[in-house]
């Protein structure tokens, strides 16, 4: 290989999706999530926070979940694993059917934090909701829990029409293919009976002929 060649060919790191550049690139992008999540901050910041717990009605001193949610909880009552859980974007768009609106544009706005992706810190912020206050968003958008496995359901029924649908043209189409481009019916198990055309002298006494819809070859001699 010449050096030419050797000297202008991306190396391996760069063909494989990686660069330089890209630690620019995620660090612009770490600094505008950051930008982002102050912004956001600053907007909740200003909200006075209650004087108690809504859950143990003690006095609110040291709550994470008022810091980072607006959420009148302290943390002695936090329950992580219920009420309190944290629940990714992607989670609640596909488990509670909520869309980007109902997340981003209705009113009161719902905070999130913005955490670094656990998978690959290339990929975007992972955004965090909070379970009580996305149970609140879906009594707001759906009606009920009810009326929200209902739509789930539905939804889960049309899946199953729309593949049955696919299902069915493909069978269509494989129909068609079996009938041949010429729309002739095959019907298997039936011996191929030869359409031979015009036979031809070879040489001398020998012929051969061959069949019109196989073009099957066949070389006899004639007296």
């Known amino acids: 290989m010449s050096s030419f060649v050797v000297e202008n060919q991306e190396s391996d790191f760069v063909g494989g999706g990686f660069c330089d550049d890209d630690d620019e ?13 102050k912004r956001a901050d600053a907007i909740h910041s200003s909200m006075k926070a209650p004087d108690n717990c809504e859950k143990c009605d003690k006095l609110l001193m040291d709550s994470w979940l008022w810091e980072r949610y607006n959420c009148a909880v302290c943390d002695a009552c936090r329950d992580d694993k219920g009420e309190h859980k944290l629940l990714a974007r992607t989670e609640v768009k596909t488990t509670y059917l909520l869309k980007d609106c109902d997340l981003d544009l209705r009113k009161p706005p719902l905070r999130y934090w913005a955490k670094k992706n656990p998978h690959n810190p290339r990929y975007g912020d992972m955004k965090l909701y909070l379970k009580c206050q996305i149970e609140k968003r879906v009594i707001e958008v759906h009606g009920s829990f009810e009326d ?4 789930k359901e539905l939804r889960e029924q ?6 049955e ?6 069978l269509k189409d494989l129909r068609q293919q079996i009938r041949g481009n010429a729309g002739m019916r095959v019907d298997f198990g039936r011996a191929h009976i ?16 061959t069949c019109i819809t196989c073009e099957y070859e066949e070389v006899f001699e004639k007296l």
């Open 25 to 37: 690139v995620q660090e612009r992008r770490e600094q505008i999530s950051e930008m982002r999540q």
């Open 148 to 151: 929200l496995e209902m739509k």
């Open 158 to 163: 049309t899946k199953e029409v729309r593949s």
């Open 165 to 170: 649908k696919r299902f069915e043209k493909k």
């Open 194 to 209: 030869h359409e031979f055309g015009k036979e031809t002298c070879v040489k001398e006494d020998t012929w051969k002929r």
